[in-house]
């Protein structure tokens, strides 16, 4: 069975620009979740969806956004980005029950200059 | 104050020592328990997971969770180079899917 996969791997943008992310789920996996990881935060939850609708949500601005479509694939959009935006996005997939184990994609490294 | 604390080290062993890491927590809301192994430039890979309190062994891998003291341990057994790599706690609170994770250690087993 394949693994999460995320595109792109690496992605350099400048301040201001805006960015969209892409996730694929394990297949069968319903839930698609996204995290930022920094050297100073370490990992932190930016938003949960399932079944198309958003169903949990971090303390992020709202610059940082997601969806997912029928298929399960989700995308997460950062508008306006700042040089802090700068980090590993990665995204897990589950089936989408309570306290089911999260898989991780490989991430997408963003560099904001 | 963060809701799970984990000493980020680095620590460095020779190999064959039994590595330990651990995660302190705050919120007695969380009710399973996570041990995720990440490589330089990698996404985190799931170790262990456990629901309860007492041990669990997978391998050369035991996660043990104390509720009563909101303390979890990962033993490494037989450490090799191969397992040098950040180690995350993670927790759940079983009624979402958020999971909260600790800074990370940062292992290093030497020949």
């Known amino acids: 069975k394949a693994g999460v996969t995320q595109t792109p791997r690496y992605l350099i943008k400048t301040r201001g620009q805006q960015v969209t992310l892409s996730c694929s789920p394990i297949?069968?996996?319903?839930?698609v979740s996204w995290y930022q990881q920094t050297p100073g935060q370490g990992l932190q939850f930016l938003f949960e969806y399932f079944s198309e609708t958003q169903r949990n949500k971090g303390n992020f601005p709202g610059r940082f956004s997601g969806r997912q479509f029928s298929n399960s694939r989700s995308e997460m959009n950062v508008s306006t980005l700042e040089l802090g935006d700068s980090a590993l996005y990665l995204c897990?997939?589950?089936?989408?029950?309570?306290?089911?184990?999260?898989?991780f994609g490989p991430g997408t490294r963003l560099l904001v200059l | 104050q963060k809701e799970v604390e984990q000493d980020p080290g680095p620590l460095s062993v020779p190999e064959g020592a039994i590595v330990s890491l651990n995660c302190t927590y705050s919120n007695s809301a969380f009710q399973y328990f996570m041990w995720y192994r990440q490589y330089s430039r990698k996404g985190p890979e799931l170790l262990m997971y456990?629901?309860?309190?007492g041990n669990k062994e997978d391998g050369r891998f035991t996660a043990q969770v104390d509720k009563s003291s909101k303390y979890i341990s990962l033993f490494i057994r037989d450490s090799q180079p191969s397992d040098s790599a950040t180690y995350l706690c993670?927790?759940?609170?079983?009624?979402?899917?958020?999971?909260?994770f600790g800074t990370g250690t940062r292992l290093q087993v030497t020949l």
């Open positions: 897990a997939s589950s089936r989408g029950g309570q306290a089911e184990t999260q898989y």
């Open positions: 297949s069968g996996h319903r839930s």
């Open positions: 456990t629901y309860s309190s």
């Open positions: 993670a927790m759940g609170t079983g009624t979402a899917s958020k999971l909260t």
